[in-house]
């Protein structure tokens, strides 16, 4: 039944946060950033589900359940993040987040 | 013979959603506009959904469409909208960092992988549980003292989530002081007189 190599979970996962942390590292505009760390999530949600399958009998429940908080906490950091991209947004008019550099000075 | 199809088909459905998933995070990368990005994330959490069900936990794909799929780029979306005056098409894609800070995320996933390449090679263990609702609830809502107390965390959850909700409609007002509808203060002045 179960013909999924592991190793290549892993590796999509690890290929994902990869990938994630690229977004959030170039892309300049504010709503981009805010997705790849979404994506970030998305691929240490994969790699619990993919590790959870290695273990024996019950304890591989304990795998799947931690993704279910991590969407939940993922919910409340999209919830927040958007509040606060919407009340930085309303004095500058921009969302390029090389705009957003008071604390600079 | 019938297991060695299931096999193979189990395969290939992992390589499409694994694939689907890479190009449609390639996509968010090179996205112009963060609405096209907002589609290719829910693609790849589309796909990633699938890959949940594939490895046995379908009641973590159901909640991956719902939740994330569904609520959370509902208001992504929602809000990329009601911004869209802040015209966005004048921020550049990339900028000179940009190449810099590409060296770091790559370096990051191919220590990652090369750890994993020279790790004990792992087995799917064949007696794991299949994530459906029934395993998942019994273990969630295990109250006996012995048992691993997720149902606190799942309370913990609800007061977080509220949390944030307060804390979302207290930044996004306008003024701090203004009035929730402009006809309350109308009606404490009628009562007051």
């Known amino acids: ?63 799947q359940l931690t993704p279910l908080f991590t969407i939940a906490i993922a919910a409340a950091e999209a919830c927040v993040g958007l509040a606060m991209v919407i009340c930085i947004t309303r004095g500058k008019d921009t969302v ?8 600079k000075e | 013979m019938f ?46 959904s699938g890959i949940y069900a594939l490895l046995g936990s379908p009641f973590l794909g159901v909640i991956q469409v719902l939740v994330y799929a569904g609520a959370i780029m509902m208001l992504v979306v929602f809000v990329i909208m009601v911004l869209n ?41 064949p007696a794991a549980v299949r994530g459906e609702i029934a395993p998942v609830a019994a273990t969630m809502f295990d109250l006996t003292p012995a048992g691993p107390g997720y149902y606190l965390l799942f309370e913990l959850i609800g007061v977080l989530l509220l949390v944030a909700v307060v804390a979302a409609v207290m930044l996004a007002k306008r003024h701090l002081d203004s009035p929730a509808a402009p006809a309350a203060p109308a009606e404490g002045d009628h009562a007051q007189h």
């Open chain 1, 1 to 63: 039944m179960h013909s999924i190599d592991p190793f290549h979970v892993q590796l999509l996962s690890a290929l994902l946060f990869g990938l994630g942390l690229v977004v959030v590292l170039t892309r300049r505009n504010i709503f981009l950033v805010l997705m790849g760390v979404e994506v970030m999530l998305n691929a240490v949600n994969l790699s619990f589900v993919g590790f959870s399958q290695q273990l024996p009998g019950a304890q591989s429940l304990w795998g």
């Open chain 1, 96 to 103: 390029d987040s090389d705009q957003f550099a008071e604390m």
């Open chain 2, 3 to 48: 297991h060695s199809l299931d096999h193979l088909l189990g395969s290939a459905y992992f390589t499409l959603f694994a694939l689907a998933s890479l190009l449609c995070g390639g996509g968010l990368l090179l996205s112009k506009h963060p609405i096209n990005g907002a589609i290719y994330l829910i693609g790849v959490m589309l796909s990633l």
């Open chain 2, 85 to 125: 005056q802040a015209r966005d098409h004048r921020v550049p894609r990339f900028d000179g960092f940009s190449i810099v800070g590409a060296i770091f995320p790559i370096a990051l996933a191919a220590m990652v992988v090369k750890t994993l390449a020279f790790a004990d090679a792992s087995t799917i263990d």
